[in-house]
């Protein structure tokens, strides 16, 4: 018995199976054909990265350069001599108003216009995917047609009506627009919405809630890696705009960073190009820290919109 049971046991083990167990700590070595495959993607990857962040790092690197050397050694990165005084000089600011206060203006801006944006679209978005209603179809169309107008065609009408509207010089014409949806935060949400089924939606409304309850109660949070795309597509386009601070903006006391920039730069004396560079590396940095702190969401909200 002790021999057959041992018999049964060396039958089914994994050398009488055919299996072989993989050394541990040992990884499959890849092919000569894959390797060289593997080393041109991280070539070229290598390359497309190092040619995105090369005007970055000569930035910084010329924000520590002179002002009067910065074109004559374009070619060379590393400062000689190492100077901050571009920095101090860049926070001072220009026209009697230090740069924090156009920082201060431009998270002003960035804030109520990415609230607006982002609760507006996300009410609209709730009505196009989940509430019927006459011609929805058509006006949904009639929204995404809108996303292929250039923003260059309705500029003048736009400063027509708000001068008529006596929103000129004050932070409305760019904050106000906003408060009505954007297209493109609505069908990035609308898409979000219609990845939820519907069976939520009755349940819900079983249990008593309304369609206002059921936005806010049920959408909201489901919706939540939409909204936080949308928000930061919306920081980002707004932290950098300049069409509207110089159509709309003519008291410096209200300039954001943008215009605060341009300032440094003037046609018929002699520019600060090193305040300008210094300001500008500091004007990065809201930038770069909500990029790397909610690079998942952007991510997240993208690619599960498109699931459906």
Partial sequence: ?????????????????????????????????????????????????????????????SSFKPSDKIFVTSDSLIPDPWIWSNYTQGWEGIGGYSFGTFIWNSLVLVVLATIGAVISSAFVAFGFARLKFWGSAF???????????????????QYILFSKLGWLNSINPIVIPAYFGMPFFIFLMVQFIHTIPREMDEAATIDGCGKFKLFYRIIIPLIAPALATAAIFSFYWRWEDLIGPVLYLNKPSLYPVSMALKMFLDADTLSNWGAMFAMSIVSLLPVIGVFFLFQKHIVEGISTSGLK
């Avoid at 006006?139 to 009408?157: A, G, K, N, S, Y």
């Fill in 1 to 61: 018995m002790a021999d057959q049971s041992s018999g049964r046991t060396a039958s089914v083990s994994p050398g009488g199976m055919g299996l072989s167990k993989r050394p541990k700590g040992k990884s499959r070595e890849l092919s000569p054909a894959k390797t060289f495959k593997w080393t041109i993607y991280h070539l070229f990857a290598a390359g497309g990265a190092i040619i995105m962040v090369y005007p970055v790092i000569w930035l910084l690197m």
């Fill in 139 to 157: 006006w949904f169309t009639i929204m995404m047609i809108t996303l292929m107008l250039p923003h260059d065609v309705v500029l003048v009408p």
